[in-house]
């Protein structure tokens, strides 16, 4: 809890850092708080037309507005709230959370500098996986149409209910990632964005296009997670909560394959973060050489944050 603190602070009191999206947030939140503190109306100022598709976000802004016209404030209670969701998550589903952290600094700390939205709703959308466990579908249904009114890409989300919770054979998972590989690299996640359209003034279709190079890294970072889950099979947990961070974990793969042509169509692996978070942790500190397997995850992660860090220097 105090590392996450620190961390919320570091993020929520920095600069940008990767692009330029909290700019834009803050130019909105600016608007909204100037019609709170002029008692305007919300409809005439047009403030849903920020983000048309996502009242919920707007109405967050809306609320904070009630309490500070500061867009500092604002970017720093948005960063709270996505790093006490990140908390709640790790303390509850990893068994060794510390761990987990290191994780989370390797694969995803930088884009909760810059991502705000995205970012906010992946975490709220993790507060229903223990529906998914429990089987408890409007639950479910409840949080990531929530999460989906902060960021409507959390639809992605959705079918995570229904995957069979089973551990399926190996060759099997294999032969499904090389056939979403080659699915990825057809003409049919193009379509998929030219229908998913514009999610907001500051996130157009077009940063999501299919239409570009193969991203080697997507593919490396895919066959890496997979490669090292199905090593480590055996000590996968069969209760049913593992049972759904596995199936996260290799439903994130299966995302980087299908969008494997996209600039930034990985973003919407993020929604399945939380399972390979948490399955990669405990294998990793789990069976035989898990103290070298360990050391090797920690420099991997080290190498990962660096690796970020030098390439977003120009933002």
Known sequence: A??????????????????????????????????????GSYS????????????????LNIFISFFTANRYIFILAITFLIYTLLF?????????????????????????????????????????????????????????????SVHKSAIIFFPVYFIP????????????????LLVGISPIPNALFSAYG???????????????????????????????IINRYRYVKTDRQSIVMLNMALLFCATLLFFVRSENGGRLSWYYMIGVIVTISQLATTGVNKRQVSLFMIALCLFLNVRIYNSWQGF
């Open 2 to 39: 105090c590392y996450l603190l620190f961390l919320a602070l570091f993020v929520g009191m920095s600069d940008m850092f990767g692009g330029y999206d909290r700019y834009i947030y803050g130019e909105a939140f600016d608007s909204i708080a100037d019609t709170t503190t002029e008692h």
């Open 44 to 59: 005439a100022n047009n403030v849903f037309d920020y983000f048309p598709s996502e009242p919920g976000y707007t109405l």
């Open 88 to 148: 709640v998550s790790l303390k509850k589903y990893a068994d060794n959370y510390a761990f987990a952290v290191i994780l989370f600094m390797g694969l995803w700390f930088y884009f909760s500098f810059t991502y705000l939205r995205q970012v906010l709703g992946a975490t709220i959308v993790w507060l229903s996986i223990d529906y998914i466990a429990q089987r408890r579908f409007w639950k479910f249904l409840l949080v990531v149409l929530i999460a989906m």
């Open 165 to 180: 919770m089973r551990k399926f054979p190996p060759r099997m998972i294999i032969r499904l990632m090389l056939l979403v």
């Open 198 to 228: 514009d999610v907001s003034s500051v996130e157009m279709q077009k940063d999501y296009s299919a239409t570009g190079g193969f991203r080697i890294a997507y593919a490396l970072e895919a066959f890496f997670f997979i490669y090292f």
